[in-house]
Nanobody, 122 residues
Framework: QVQLVESGGGLVQAGGSLKLSCAASGRTLSTIAMGWFRQAPGKEREFLAAISWTGGGTYYADSVKGRFTISRDNAKNTVYLRMNNLEPEDTGVYYC???????????????WGQGTQVTVSS
């Protein structure tokens, strides 16, 4: 079992930055892949970024490529999502997820956090 807790969300103006954290407990993160997703009001949850268990492979949705950076610190059992140049369209609840393989969709991820709200004002 893996418990995931996101933090770092909040209200930011367009063009601003935030860094989200996802702290894991119950099992070391060092052998599992991690992903970030978000769900905007009235929309389906969408993939944002993923990182392999070594940290050597990172993958991004086209909508965030160049603006968001995923990273991990296995010693701290924490995964991060650095978000720059935020847009109002980035508003939503952000979730981290853990699973056996890197994937750009929800199904392979076995564990999910409770989410953290990000609101970008125009």
């Amino acid at each position: 079992q893996v418990q995931l807790v996101e933090s770092g969300g909040g209200l930011v103006q367009a063009g601003g930055s935030l860094k989200l954290s996802c702290a894991a407990s119950g099992r070391t993160l060092s052998t599992i892949a991690m992903g970030w997703f978000r769900q905007a009001p009235g929309k389906e949850r969408e993939f944002l970024a993923a990182i392999s268990w070594t940290g050597g492979g990172t993958y991004y949705a086209d909508s965030v490529k160049g603006r968001f950076t995923i990273s991990r610190d296995n010693a701290k059992n924490t995964v991060y999502l650095r978000m720059n140049n935020l847009e109002p369209e980035d508003t939503g609840v952000y979730y981290c997820a853990a699973g056996p393989v890197v994937a750009g969709y929800s199904d392979p991820y076995d564990y999910w956090g409770q989410g953290t709200q990000v609101t970008v004002s125009s």
